[in-house]
């Protein structure tokens, strides 16, 4: 339930159908939270409730009905930095803290959902743009980050914070999509190139001294045509040593994050071979002993990662032999 006040504050302050509701959303919950907030806001502001001299409310109770009928009847959505215009079409995907969205253009538009957690965006802004300065010094990890290409800075109290970035929309899948798609787990071979490469994005932001903190099936792409490693999903990165800003109830983190202790790069080395250990089927005993090595309790016994590229290619030409191409691709579901 709102003061007057605070309905207030929530009308006034938005610009927009999407400040108040959020992106269009044609998906139910979505549609029914809206109505709710739609609902608790006119209650307050409601003529009958305030009384007949309160011409503030009279105006902000006319201002939500338009913003709440804009944002039924779908009116695009458009964000705005300094630099351009985006305008959202469809959802992409819905993650952890944000939604993702399609645009007319070139771009996609991650939006926070609730904007009590705008610094998580900013966080992520922030690693984001550590990267790509990385990067640019060594182009070769490039393609193992997501790119950052326009946000709005500080947003009004309220509004909801979003990043706009390159697609990869095009042949990903989420690694979420992989284990489903494999119920039994995934060949040592295949997921051979996979962890190789994740190993390569963990090591690199490690060097810049970001810890990912999230290392989960949903925040890893997956190009299974082109072998590609998109590690996603930097909202909850912090400097290592730090406490995470906030942690996430859908997440098993390691003992030390547990505890309420600091992340460090061991946290993303536990995170990263308990992902392995989910992925991998039963009988691949070798890399599941490898990972298990890697995922102990105390962070101290766990390596580094970047010493682990070279191990777990030693272990991989111990049982493989030397590397050679093997294709990948999820299994046709036939509809
Ligand atoms: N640049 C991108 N292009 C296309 N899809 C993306 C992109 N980045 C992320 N995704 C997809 O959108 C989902 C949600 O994105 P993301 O993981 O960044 O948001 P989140 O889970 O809300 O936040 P975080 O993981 O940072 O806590 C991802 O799981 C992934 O499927
Ligand atoms: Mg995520």
């Known amino acids: 339930m709102f003061t007057r006040d605070e309905a207030l504050d929530r009308v006034e302050r938005a610009g927009s159908a999407a400040d108040l509701f959020g992106p269009f959303d044609p998906d139910p919950d979505r549609r029914k939270e809206a109505q709710r907030l739609y609902r ?42 300094d630099r351009a215009t985006y305008r959202l079409t469809d959802r992409h995907a819905v993650g952890s803290v944000a939604n993702l969205y399609l645009t007319d253009g070139a771009h996609v538009v991650k939006v926070v959902r609730n904007p009590a957690l705008n610094p998580l965006l900013h966080a992520e802004q922030d690693a984001l743009r550590r990267l790509a300065r990385f990067t640019d010094r060594h182009p070769w990890l490039r393609p193992y980050y997501p790119r950052l ?22 042949g990903f899948v989420t690694l979420a999509d992989v284990r489903r798609a494999f119920p039994r787990g995934l060949d040592g071979r295949d997921y051979a190139w996979m962890h190789r490469r994740l190993l390569r994005a963990v090591a690199g932001a490690h060097r810049t001294g970001l810890v990912h903190g999230a290392i989960t099936p949903d925040n890893v792409l997956v190009h299974p045509a082109q072998h590609g490693i998109v590690l996603v999903g930097w909202s909850f990165a912090v400097t290592t040593g730090e406490r995470p800003l906030a942690t996430d109830r859908t997440i098993s983190y390691p003992p030390e994050v547990r505890a ?8 993303d080395v536990h995170m990263a071979h308990a992902l392995m250990l989910d992925l991998l089927a039963d009988d691949e005993t070798a890399q599941r002993g490898f990972a298990r090595g890697c995922a102990q309790d105390d962070p101290d016994r766990r390596p580094d990662a970047v010493d682990l590229l070279t191990e777990y290619d030693d272990l991989l030409e111990d049982l493989y032999g030397e590397r050679t191409y093997r294709p990948f691709a999820l299994p046709q579901t036939g509809a």
Request: aromatic share 2%; proline share 7%; net charge negative.
């Open 40 to 81: 608790g806001l006119a209650a307050v502001l409601h003529p009958d409730r305030v009384g007949p001299d309160d011409t503030r409310a009279h105006a902000a109770s006319a201002q939500l009905t338009r913003l709440h009928h804009d944002w039924q009847h779908g009116a695009r959505v458009e964000l705005r930095t």
């Open 149 to 170: 290409v326009d946000a709005p800075g500080e947003v009004a109290r309220g509004s909801r914070a979003f990043t706009v970035l390159e697609p990869l929309v095009d």
């Open 260 to 267: 309420g202790g600091p992340v460090t790069a061991a946290t």
